[in-house]
């Protein structure tokens, strides 16, 4: 008689669903609502972003440099270095434009490359309802005061477009974090809050003109205008730039939000393994 021996079969263990630190979610979210809220109360005045503008501003600080520089030191470096001189700047004739810059839209790019979906949209839209109903506990985080009434604001619409970037610049680099992904998740993200922005701004004209039952207000396309250029026209470009500058610092961070939500050892898929060795 024959003694067969069947081969063992192994048994499999079903996988555990990996579940992320909640703590460490929380703590995310916390700080992502603390960067927002931080960028509203930041203001930086800036030239208006047009050509003949921008050159005037470069020649003004360029020429205040110069004015800055001692002349023991100009005779020094022409001394041991004639070839290289010091072009005789002047101040230039036409007046400067400022206006005031808020980066809030770099700032929500930056929350949502570094935080990631899903954690980063609740941040943001955690941050907009505090917003509304902040005022009602003596609390403020918007700099216009917030409020129930701010929907009729015409800047409500680039925060609901913030929230929409959040979502859009993490779900784009979720999983890959190459030279395409952040350039397509900056243009995502700028156009998530500028094409909100603006079509609710354009709405918010509709809409009041209906419920008016008048039809629009003498004047209702200046106002379009002048907060169109004021919110989008002004705002653009260097939402550009420091978006790309905060997809850019926000590079090296990411590591923390794995490292903040990373599962426990108890959760982890090897953890069979580890009990083995500890048991023998």
């Given at each position: ?129 505090m917003g ?76 009041l003109a209906?419920?008016d039952g ?67």
């Open positions: 008689m024959q003694l067969v021996v069947l081969p063992h079969k192994e048994t499999v263990q079903p996988r555990r669903a990996v579940r992320k630190s909640i703590i460490g979610q929380v703590i995310l979210v916390m700080l992502g609502i603390e960067l927002l809220f931080a960028s509203t109360f930041t203001s930086l005045e800036i030239p208006v972003p047009t050509g003949k503008n921008l050159a005037a501003s470069v020649q003004k600080d360029a020429a205040t440099i110069q004015a800055r520089i001692p002349e023991r030191v100009k005779e020094k470096v022409a001394q041991y270095a004639p070839s290289l001189r010091f072009p005789q700047m002047s101040m230039p004739d036409q007046q400067i434009r400022y206006s005031i810059y808020t980066p809030q839209t770099p700032v929500a790019l930056f929350v949502g490359y570094t935080l990631g979906w899903p954690i980063a949209t609740i941040s943001c839209a955690t941050f907009v309802v509304l109903l902040g005022p009602l506990f003596n609390f403020h985080p918007f700099a216009g005061g917030g409020g129930l009434n701010y929907y009729l604001e015409p800047g409500f619409g680039y925060l609901l477009g913030m929230i929409a970037a959040t979502w859009a610049v993490g779900y784009i680099t979720r999983q890959s974090r190459t030279s395409l992904s952040q350039a397509l998740a900056v243009l995502a993200g700028l156009a998530c809050v500028h094409v909100v922005g603006l079509a609710y701004l354009l709405g918010t004209c509709v809409v209906v419920i008048n039809g629009a207000q003498p004047g209702w396309q200046q106002w379009l205008y002048q907060e169109f250029r004021n919110l989008s026209w002004y705002q653009l470009p260097y939402d550009a730039l420091f978006g790309v500058l905060a997809v850019g610092a926000g590079f090296p961070l990411r590591w923390l939000s794995g490292r903040l939500t990373a599962p426990d050892i108890s959760a982890r898929k090897d953890n069979g393994n580890l009990r083995e060795l500890l048991d023998d």
